[in-house]
Nanobody, 122 residues
């Protein structure tokens, strides 16, 4: 029973900062790629940031230089540090992880967090 629990969303003024956290729990054997997605009302869900188990990262152009994805493998946790926030960043942010367990036959399966709302407004 793998779960991804997100936290850190909220209301912030333009130019402000937020830090999102996503902790995976359960009988986890291994976690591969972890990502952050976001979805605004009426918009398609988009991948914001990606991090591999070795720490390689990738970002969509709109957040480069402002967002930083990181992970703590010992804590099974991924973070998204968001700085210089803009109203266009307003969305529900979702954590994503590829996780292998004994019950999955050590195959990596996709798991999603419940989403946390980030609102950037003055």
């Amino acid at each position: 029973q793998v779960q991804l629990v997100e936290s850190g969303g909220g209301l912030v003024q333009p130019g402000g900062s937020l830090r999102l956290s996503c902790a995976a729990s359960g009988s986890i054997f291994s976690i591969n790629v972890m990502k952050w997605y976001r979805q605004a009302p009426g918009k398609e869900r988009e991948s914001v940031a990606t991090i591999t188990v070795s720490g390689r990262t990738n970002y969509i152009d709109s957040v480069k230089g402002r967002f930083t994805i990181s992970r703590d493998n010992a804590k099974n946790t991924v973070y998204l540090q968001m700085n210089s926030l803009k109203p266009e960043d307003t969305a529900v942010y979702y954590c994503y992880a590829q996780i292998a367990t004994v019950t999955s036959g050590y195959r990596f399966l996709e798991h999603w967090g419940q989403g946390t709302l980030v609102t950037v407004s003055s």
